[in-house]
Every structure is written in structure tokens, then in C-alpha cells.
């Protein structure tokens, strides 16, 4: 596959005088391109894109991606890290080609392993993660091309920035997004929130076991290298916003008003809730309907089936609700820009920290059956007045406000920070 096309770099000055990269700014070499390592999980590559394009690197990239195996057993394989996994399933790939064997043994699910990897990303600039192929890319490119900055996002692309930073940290700065769990100094910085560090609080010391409370990181305060951030990063800044409501004017903007956006995600590890939320959703819904000009109701990936068909049984026909269908264009950034307030489902860091970006009023369903670290974010939110919990008793015609989150843009300004005392600087 090809990688994102870098602009073409200037020609040297003539009479072999320094090269812009390297006299910019009083000597300081100009960091001009990117390199994304994502996981293919849309919630981790959107952090890294919206931190680039609180950069203003957001043309300037290569996405890489270090995808897992799937299909056949390699669900269960996930415990192993990621290199190895790969090993694995090639070496049951080929056993298990030989159809003969197969039957031999008779582990027919086995056998399917054919079409394991056949899915496509609909993407041609995207590349396979390969740690030696990109230390060899910046390197050979470093005296035309200034250094690159590597922004990985996800457990599996830990070994690749690390390594990457090993093999040639005087050609990157490496920033690793979401807490690595262990050896914070692998990166030059790490960015990831708050509530992470929840289990170093008093509260979270008594939530833990003390028999466990040692493989539960992290285990130390976030040092110099850290940058803590109150909820995701993502790419819905005012630009991107400015942008979608123009594209999504002659839709949204003719709406009765209020209008009242509902982002329904689906059940966590850390926020667990069945149909019954669903229930208690719809029957709220009914209270403030009287308040609302118009809804418009957005399901997640992740939300169950049973709990979408309530939703689409109640209330599919109604004249003041449409429900999106999941085809695309997708409504989501229109929604942030024209919505005058929201409902969201209390598991989805990454749509609430979206919400709350926008300084409107979000109300939020379901944090009671939210615990550990998905409490704290909550408690956080509305510590800030960035929510309030969603009962069924509001005036959606109310407006309130508060400071918007604005995350990316406070990790940018710490990135340019440090990028200043290596001696480095953003083109």
C-alpha cells in the first residue's frame, strides 16, 4: 500500500548554505512531518489525529497501523503481545492450509483460517506497522526532511514507539497516547488522563485489595514527561466544527429548536448495564420531549442490539425524532455543531469528552452502574459544571455553559514546550 503523500521537501540553497530545517528559528531544526502508529480502533487513531491537527501536522502524516490477526482462535490469542500473536497465526495459517491435516486432526473452526485476514480498511495510504522500516524512513530522510514526530495510541503500538525512539532518537520525538503501563521513560512524553491515576488516590488505594494493588499500575505519581488530559483527545476543534456546520447547514439548520442530540454507546468492562438503561432512556426521553424542538438519536458500534431495538421501537415513527440508520454520511461532527445541548450514555469517554468540547449543556444517562476510574471522569466532569445527569425532569430549552475542554490544544502547547528545550521547533 502507499503511504500518505509528504509534501515535497524544498530545494537546497544553492551554494551548499544550511538547509531551512536546520537555520530556522535562530538554529532550531524544523519538525515538518508525522508518523501515526494507530491500532485501527477509530477512538485511538482520532487522538492522534486530533493532537496533530492541534499541531497543525495534520497534512503532513503517515498512518501506520499494527493490526492484530483475527478470525479462526485468535481471539483468544490476544494475551500474547503482538509480534508473538503474529508468529503464532502464521505458523497455524500454514498447518492449517493443508486441509488433509485439518481433517486429520479434526478441528474444522481451525481450518478457517483462510480467510482470517481478508478485511480491507477502504484505505490504499495506510501501511503496516514494521519498526525497522520506519526508523530506516526517517533516518534516510532526516537531512532533507527535518525529524518526525511519532504520536502512537493503543497497547499494541507501545512496543513499535518505544523501539522506534530506541532506534533513533535523534531523528524523533516520540509521544505515546494512553498510559503504557510501565517504563514511562521509553517516550518522550506520554499524554493520558487524569482518572488513570485514580488508583494512586485514597479512595482508589481502599477499591483495591491489597493482595493485587501491586499489579495495578500505574503505581507512581506521573513524572516531568507526563501530560495528564481530563478526558480523549479527538479531532472535533472549532475548525473541524466551522467546517461541519456548513456541510451539514441545509440539514440541521431549518430544525425546530432546541435541538437535542442522543449518543447512545453500549456496556464497558468499567461501566456495565443491560436493556433496562435503554428502558429508562425512552421513558425520560418522553418526559422532556415537550421541551425539545427536534432529536436526532446516533448508536455506537458497540451498542447491543436489544438495547437499540427499544430505542427504534419507541420511537422510530415519532415526527419530532429521526434516528440515524448508520449509512453513511455520517451526522456525528453536524451534530456537535448545530446541537444546542446532549443526551449521552455515561461509558463513552470519547463522546463525552467530544460534547464537552463545545461548551453546551450534556446531560448524561447511566453513571450509576459506571465504577473505578469511570467514576472518577465522572465526578471530574461535573466537578468542572460540564454535566449534569439526565433524569427526565429537564427543560431542554435551558442553556448553560461552562469552559469547554480543550485538551488537544493544552497537549499541543506542552509538546512545543519540549520541543523548544531539545532545540526543535514546529514548521
Not at 531544526?29 to 491537527?53: D, K, P, S
Not at 493503543?154 to 530506541?166: C, E, F, K, Q, V
Not at 518522550?188 to 477499591?207: A, C, S
Not at 451498542?303 to 415519532?318: A, I, N
Amino acid at each position: 500500500m502507499r503511504p500518505i503523500r509528504l509534501p515535497e521537501p524544498e530545494p537546497e540553497p544553492p551554494g551548499g548554505a544550511t538547509p531551512e530545517i536546520f537555520a530556522a528559528g535562530g538554529g532550531a531544526t524544523v519538525v515538518r512531518r508525522a508518523v501515526v502508529i494507530g491500532n485501527g480502533c477509530a477512538g485511538a487513531e482520532n487522538q492522534c489525529l486530533g493532537l496533530l491537527r492541534a499541531l497543525g501536522l495534520s497534512d503532513r502524516l503517515t498512518l501506520y497501523r499494527a493490526i492484530r490477526p483475527t478470525g479462526g482462535i485468535n481471539k483468544l490469542l490476544h494475551f500474547l503481545p503482538i509480534s508473538l500473536h503474529k508468529l503464532v497465526d502464521q505458523f497455524l495459517g500454514r498447518v492449517f492450509s493443508d486441509t488433509r491435516f485439518a481433517t486429520v486432526v479434526q478441528i474444522n473452526k481451525l481450518a478457517q483460517y483462510s480467510a482470517r485476514n481478508s478485511q480491507s480498511f477502504g484505505l490504499s495510504s495506510i501501511l503496516e506497522a514494521d519498526t525497522q522500516k520506519i526508523v530506516t524512513m526517517v533516518r534516510g530522510t532526516f537531512e532533507k526532511e527535518g525529524p518526525a514526530l511519532v504520536v502512537a495510541c493503543g497497547r499494541d503500538t507501545i512496543p513499535y514507539a518505544s523501539s522506534i525512539r530506541l532506534l533513533a532518537s535523534d531523528n524523533v520525538f516520540v509521544i505515546q497516547i494512553q498510559h503504557p503501563r510501565s517504563r514511562l521513560g521509553r517516550f518522550d512524553l506520554v499524554v493520558t488522563p487524569r482518572h488513570d491515576y485514580y488508583v494512586l488516590t485514597t479512595k482508589g488505594q481502599q477499591e483495591v485489595p491489597l493482595l493485587f494493588r501491586r499489579w495495578i499500575t500505574p503505581q507512581e505519581p506521573p513524572g516531568p514527561n507526563v501530560v495528564l488530559t481530563a478526558g480523549a483527545l479527538h479531532q472535533a476543534d472549532s475548525a473541524a466544527l466551522r467546517f461541519a456546520a456548513a456541510d451539514w447547514h441545509a440539514e440541521l439548520a431549518p430544525l425546530p429548536k432546541p435541538l437535542v442530540v442522543v449518543n447512545i454507546g453500549g456496556p464497558t468492562r468499567n461501566c456495565k448495564y443491560d436493556v433496562d438503561l435503554a428502558k429508562q432512556l425512552v421513558n425520560s426521553l418522553h418526559n422532556v420531549l415537550k421541551t425539545c424542538g427536534s432529536v436526532r438519536i446516533s448508536f455506537s458500534r458497540r451498542t447491543p442490539p436489544q438495547m437499540s431495538d427499544v430505542v427504534l421501537k419507541e420511537f422510530s415513527t415519532h415526527p419530532k425524532i429521526y434516528i440515524w440508520d448508520g449509512e453513511d454520511p455520517n451526522p456525528h461532527l453536524g451534530h456537535l455543531a448545530w446541537a444546542d445541548a446532549f443526551i449521552i450514555t455515561a461509558d463513552s469517554i470519547s463522546m463525552l469528552s467530544e460534547a464537552c468540547s463545545t461548551g453546551k449543556p450534556v446531560y448524561v444517562i447511566g453513571t450509576e452502574h459506571c465504577r473505578w476510574k469511570f467514576s472518577d471522569f465522572h465526578n471530574r466532569l461535573r466537578e468542572r459544571r460540564a454535566v449534569r445527569p439526565f433524569t427526565g425532569l429537564e427543560d431542554m430549552s435551558d442553556s448553560w455553559s461552562y469552559p469547554p475542554l480543550n485538551d488537544a490544544a493544552d497537549v499541543a502547547a506542552r509538546v512545543r514546550e519540549v520541543l523548544v528545550q531539545r532545540g526543535w521547533k514546529l514548521g
